[in-house]
């Protein structure tokens, strides 16, 4: 990513009441959805600097740059507005090939059944007490 000359374009991105904006991570190469954050305007002006994936935790109230802590950081390859400029979406490399904090490689990695129950279809890459140390 490359630092923009000027910060309009953050001006055209539809921010919610709380000035937050939904973000998808999407992996580049194989196009697997991996997590689903927020930003607010801060988050998303770094995270075209730096080019490194920078949310905002609702949770903790502060920036949370992706992998801070785990090592397993996102690289971003293009950012994108959709059509109604409320969602944007990461085309990213991830690091470590973890995205999830339960130390799988998506945090979709739960499929709805017809009975009505969770099934988990995706395998722990690395136990989370051996990121999270």
Request: proline share 3%.
């Amino acid at each position: 990513m490359s630092r923009p000359n000027s910060v309009r374009w953050l001006n055209e991105v539809q921010w919610d009441d709380q000035g937050l904006v939904p973000v998808i991570a999407q992996e580049a190469a194989s196009g697997d959805v991996l997590m689903f954050a927020w930003m607010n305007r801060e988050a998303l002006q770094r995270t075209a600097e730096t080019g490194e994936a920078i949310y905002w935790s609702r949770s903790r109230r502060r920036l949370w740059h992706k992998g801070e802590e785990s090592g397993h950081i996102q690289k971003v390859l293009e950012i994108r507005l959709d059509c109604d400029s409320d969602v944007v979406l990461l085309k990213i490399e991830q690091i470590g090939g973890i995205a999830c904090h339960t130390g799988r490689h998506s945090c979709f990695f739960q499929r709805y059944l017809a009975d009505g129950s969770w099934e988990t279809v995706d395998p722990v890459v690395k136990d989370p007490k051996d990121i999270y140390k």
